[in-house]
């Protein structure tokens, strides 16, 4: 089962593009990289999934390796809102969630 | 359309005590997932369920049981609150592999 590895925090403008970066060198072939984020206390929230072709969605961009090794959740023009922690998984059946990258989108 | 519905939302029990915490999803889920988040830390997997009549422990299930006696319900029992329980519990469903989960907004416990 794949681990991730994010970094623990990122710092980010307004106004320009946040890129987050995954690590998840032991994904396997058929498992799908999700991204989600979790504003204050509230429950997580689903973004971007993909399994090896780049993905765009009204939130955000995911950039998948051509090696699935590592992928970079973007978000192209990031606003106060978008200050949250920001969780990248592998899934599995029992989905574990791990500390995160908290991004905080300054003024 | 509900989706992932808690109950309750905030509660305080008295150690010892044991209260059950509900979720109940409408969408025809098979998978739900049991998680508890501690202040400034991660989400921790307690337990699921792929279907009805089948649960599993995740991370931390010490002091927790669950049962999935239908698709739509999946309760969380603790038996013997404790302080170390205070936390914020999510409850979470997805439709089958590889889809994306659906959260409940959380159940916020305190135990004194």
């Known amino acids: 089962d794949a681990k991730t590895t994010q970094p623990t925090s990122m710092d980010c403008a307004e106004g320009r593009a946040a890129n987050l970066p995954c690590n998840h060198s032991t994904i396997s072939g058929n498992e799908y990289v999700y991204w989600y984020r979790q504003i204050h206390s509230q429950g997580p929230q689903y973004i971007i999934h993909?399994?090896?072709n780049n993905e765009t969605n009204e939130m955000a961009s995911l950039i998948i390796t051509e090696d699935r090794k590592s992928s970079t959740l973007i978000l192209p023009h990031a606003t106060l809102r978008d200050t949250a922690v920001y969780y990248c998984i592998a899934w599995r059946e029992d989905m574990r969630f791990g500390a995160g990258t908290r991004l905080t989108v300054k003024p | 359309n509900a989706g992932v519905t808690q109950t309750p939302k905030f509660r305080i029990l008295k150690i010892g005590q044991s209260m059950t915490l509900q979720c109940a999803q409408d969408m025809n889920h098979n998978y739900m997932y049991w998680y508890r988040q501690d202040p400034g830390m991660g989400l921790k997997l307690i337990y699921y369920?792929?279907?009805?009549?089948?649960?599993d422990k995740g991370e931390v299930p010490n002091g927790y049981n669950v049962s999935r006696s239908t698709t739509e319900d999946f309760p969380l029992r603790l038996e013997l609150a404790a302080p170390s329980q205070t936390s914020v519990y999510f409850c979470?469903?997805?439709?089958?592999?590889?889809?994306?989960?659906?959260f409940g907004d959380g159940t916020r416990l305190s135990i004194l």
């Open positions: 993909g399994l090896k």
């Open positions: 369920s792929v279907g009805a009549g089948i649960t």
């Open positions: 979470a469903s997805t439709g089958q592999a590889n889809q994306p989960q659906h």
